[in-house]
Nanobody, 117 residues
Framework: QVQLVESGGGLVQAGGSLRLSCAASGSFLGINNMGWYRQNPGKQRELVAAVARGGSANYADSVKGRFTISRDNAKNTVYLQMNNLKPEDTAVYYC???????????WGKGTLVAVSS
């Protein structure tokens, strides 16, 4: 069984920074892609950033230049450094991974990021 534990969310003023972490544990051979998504009530969940096992990353246009995704393969952990936060970044942020030799995606329970103006 695979578990994802997210941390680092909270309330911050516009212009501030937060760092999200997501640690994966359980029985698996390895992790392919790791990513962060976000969702607001009544809206679809959207990709924020994702990073492949080799380190290549992609970002939503709305966060380019402000957010940085990284991963520590030895710790099975993915991070999202969020700088210059804006009120429109407010959402529940979810971590997602997909595993080597598995067709299943695994999701964290989400962590709330709230940015006040």
């Amino acid at each position: 069984q695979v578990q994802l534990v997210e941390s680092g969310g909270g309330l911050v003023q516009a212009g501030g920074s937060l760092r999200l972490s997501c640690a994966a544990s359980g029985s698996f051979l390895g992790i392919n892609n790791m990513g962060w998504y976000r969702q607001n009530p009544g809206k679809q969940r959207e990709l924020v950033a994702a990073v492949a096992r080799g380190g290549s990353a992609n970002y939503a246009d709305s966060v380019k230049g402000r957010f940085t995704i990284s991963r520590d393969n030895a710790k099975n952990t993915v991070y999202l450094q969020m700088n210059n936060l804006k009120p429109e970044d407010t959402a529940v942020y979810y971590c997602k991974i997909d595993l080597v030799l598995s067709k299943t995606d695994y999701w964290g329970k989400g962590t709330l990021v709230a940015v006040s103006s």
